[in-house]
């Protein structure tokens, strides 16, 4: 089991170009989801997903796309990069009822 | 909206010390609770969780916290450190049963020192 993979692992854009952080899960997980990781803000949820074809907004979602078509997959897609959203990124899946389990994460820098 | 407070930011200790990290939640509803931990470099990794019964939990590494429903708290310990467990730590609330929204915590470094 790979359990959730997250690629690229770093990554740097410039600011206005567009990317997509890849997630995929091998559990079956029913619930996946996206944080961002800043110092001295722990993570915030961006956008998340209770099925395929279902996703809903975060507490952080200007800025960010996602979609769901399966259920092992969940990216992430950053429309115009800007300097603001340098951060490192996490993809989580969770069984209903259940903790959530993270991927490795995505550094990524905007310059 | 829910909150999470982490009173801690930085933590030194040394080896064989007493660890406990604060946690207090703002939801008055039902909630799960969780630790995590992150080594440095490496993803979330759970420590332990609550979602209902026994309020004292027991989890990996020797860690154990306690669900104080009164006090909105959910305090993380451990006995004696290990130079291993220098990390960060998130505690993190979801509120209600469904789909697990996690509102984390900022997180405190804890350095332990050999």
């Known amino acids: 089991n790979a359990g959730v993979t997250q690629t690229p692992k770093f990554q740097v854009l410039k600011t206005g170009q567009s990317m997509t952080l890849q997630c995929a899960q091998d559990m079956n997980h029913e619930y996946m989801s996206w944080y961002r990781q800043d110092p001295g803000m722990g993570l915030r949820l961006i956008h998340y997903?209770?099925?395929?074809?279902?996703?809903d907004q975060g507490e952080v979602p200007n800025g960010y796309n996602v979609s769901r078509s399966t259920t092992e997959d969940f990216p992430l897609r950053l429309l115009s990069a800007a300097p603001s959203q340098t951060s490192v990124y996490f993809c989580?899946?969770?069984?209903?009822?259940?903790?959530?389990?993270f991927g490795q994460g995505t550094r990524l820098t905007v310059v | 909206a829910q909150s999470v407070s982490q009173h801690n930011h930085h933590v030194i200790l040394s080896e064989a010390a007493s660890l406990e990290l604060g946690c207090n939640y703002s939801y008055g509803g039902t909630v799960n609770l969780f630790w995590y931990v992150q080594y440095p470099g490496q993803h979330l990794q759970l420590l332990l969780k609550y979602f209902s019964g026994d309020p004292l939990v027991k989890g990996i590494k020797g860690f154990e916290a306690e669900f104080i429903k009164s006090k909105f708290s959910f305090n993380l310990r451990k006995p004696s450190v290990q130079w291993s467990d220098t990390a960060e730590y998130f505690c993190?609330?979801?509120?209600?049963?469904?789909?697990?929204?996690?509102?984390f915590g900022t997180g405190t470094r804890l350095l332990v020192s050999p």
């Open positions: 989580a899946s969770s069984p209903r009822g259940s903790e959530a389990f």
């Open positions: 993190a609330v979801n509120e209600g049963t469904g789909f697990q929204k996690l509102v």
């Open positions: 997903s209770v099925g395929a074809g279902i996703t």
